[in-house]
C-alpha cells in the first residue's frame, strides 16, 4: 500500500474569485485534476479547499490558468 499517495488537503486563496461566476470556473477546474475527492470554497474569503489524493502542482496549474493568481496557504496530509 506505500505505492497509493495520501490524501492530502490543499487550502489556497483565489485573489480573483471576487463573484459566482469565477467560483464556479475555480471548482470546475479543481474537479477536472484526477484524485480530487472534495472541494469547498468561501467566496468572501476567496479561499478554495481541496481534498484528495491528486498532483498538487498539477491543480495550482490548472487552477492558475483557468482563474489566474493563487496563493497557497497550506499543503498537508487530510486529517
Not at 468572501?44 to 484528495?52: C, R, S
Request: aromatic fraction near 0%.
Amino acid at each position: 500500500m506505500a505505492d497509493q499517495p495520501a490524501q492530502q488537503k490543499v487550502v489556497m486563496k483565489v485573489l480573483e474569485m471576487k463573484d459566482e461566476k469565477t467560483k464556479k470556473k475555480a471548482i470546475e477546474a479543481a474537479a477536472d485534476i484526477t484524485g480530487v475527492l472534495s472541494i469547498e470554497s468561501d467566496l468572501e474569503a476567496q479561499t478554495l479547499v481541496v481534498i484528495g489524493e491528486m498532483d498538487s502542482v498539477a491543480l495550482l496549474k490548472k487552477l492558475k490558468s483557468k482563474v489566474g493568481k493563487i496563493e497557497v496557504l497550506s499543503v498537508g496530509p487530510a486529517a
